[in-house]
């Protein structure tokens, strides 16, 4: 039932955690939130949530999808892998404390790889996009 904490269907353990709540997650399309805390490894000195943060964000909204798919039918959740990262678009960093809410959708699977499209809002204002590769190992 969703929404739901995505502690068990992340690899990722905290601090690495860059994801809290799976909205939403189907074959087409998964929605996340997390709420940036400071001891966030990807926080910078500054107390913005970095690029690559954003980039995690994203690829980690992925994980949770497919985490979710793996776990509902009783089995191991896999690791994934990013392959490659196109079409980056970073609007604005967000800051400690921010609730981002990402959304991924699938525009193609081909064998173990998934190509997803991904955009971050904060605050009803788009932050960040992209688009990654994603292998899974199964």
């Known amino acids: 039932m ?7 269907l992340l690899p990722q353990k905290a601090p690495f955690t860059m994801v809290d709540t799976l909205l939403v997650s189907n074959d ?3 929605e996340t939130t997390f709420t940036i805390p400071q ?3 990807m926080v910078n000195d500054e107390g913005f949530f970095t690029e690559g943060g954003l980039i995690e964000n994203m690829a980690q909204s ?17 690791v994934g892998y990013i392959g490659a990262v196109k079409h980056v678009e970073i609007v604005q960093l967000p ?5 981002l809410h990402t959304f991924m959708e699938t525009k193609n699977r081909i064998g173990n790889a998934s190509i997803v499209a991904g955009k971050i809002y904060s605050e009803n204002r788009l932050v960040a996009s992209c688009e990654l590769t994603i292998f899974v190992n199964n």
């Not at 800051?95 to 609730?99: D, N, T």
Request: aromatic share 8%; charged share 20%; glycine share 12%.
């Open 2 to 8: 969703l929404p739901i904490s995505t502690t068990d």
């Open 62 to 78: 992925t994980a949770a999808g497919s985490g979710y798919f793996f776990t509902s039918r009783g089995e191991e959740v896999p």
């Open 39 to 41: 001891e966030n490894p």
């Open 28 to 30: 087409q399309s998964i």
């Open 95 to 99: 800051k400690v404390g921010e609730q």
